[in-house]
């Protein structure tokens, strides 16, 4: 595979990997019907503790840092050397690569945890909302819900 080649498969695999969401204090509502949170009053019902983690590609937690890492760390190897030289510094590129890639992409990749929260809503429907911080609230607080975010009153 050329230099050339190997770039350009590249930047097609980074272009593929998924991103992590992002932002602290974002909602991901649902409710029964309709899927979107609306403003409005409740009682919290239940919270959740949501831990996040990285499964890597395919839940193999292989992310594609250390694909990437494994590639180009094998392609320098590859140029170092000659006879069972160059194949030990091929070996040792990829694996220096794979690690150094993975190391890289979880500290790009925050792991924050989340709080689901169950909310009965006064007109006796149930919202449920996921949420970066909690600040103060507890099970039997009552809470308004805005743009998607629980807030007590």
Avoid: F, W
């Avoid at 998924?18 to 991901?28: K, R, V």
């Amino acid at each position: 595979m050329s230099l050339g080649t190997s770039v350009i498969v590249l930047t097609t695999m980074v272009g593929c990997a998924p991103m992590a969401p992002a932002g602290s204090g974002t909602a991901h509502p649902s409710s029964g019907s309709t899927g979107v949170a609306y403003a409005g009053n409740g009682v919290v019902q239940s919270i959740e503790l949501v831990r996040q983690t990285n499964t890597g590609i395919g839940g193999s937690g292989v992310g594609a840092g250390a694909i990437v890492g494994a590639v180009v760390g094998g392609l320098l190897g590859n140029q170092v050397g000659g006879g069972t030289g160059k194949t030990a510094a091929t070996v040792v590129g990829v694996a220096g690569g794979a690690y150094a890639g993975h190391e890289l992409e979880k500290r790009n990749q925050p792991q924050a945890d989340t709080y689901k929260l169950s909310i009965r809503m006064n007109n006796g429907t149930y919202q449920s909302i996921t949420q970066a911080a909690i600040a103060d609230i507890r099970v039997g607080d009552r809470v308004r819900i805005e743009n998607g975010v629980a807030r007590r009153y």
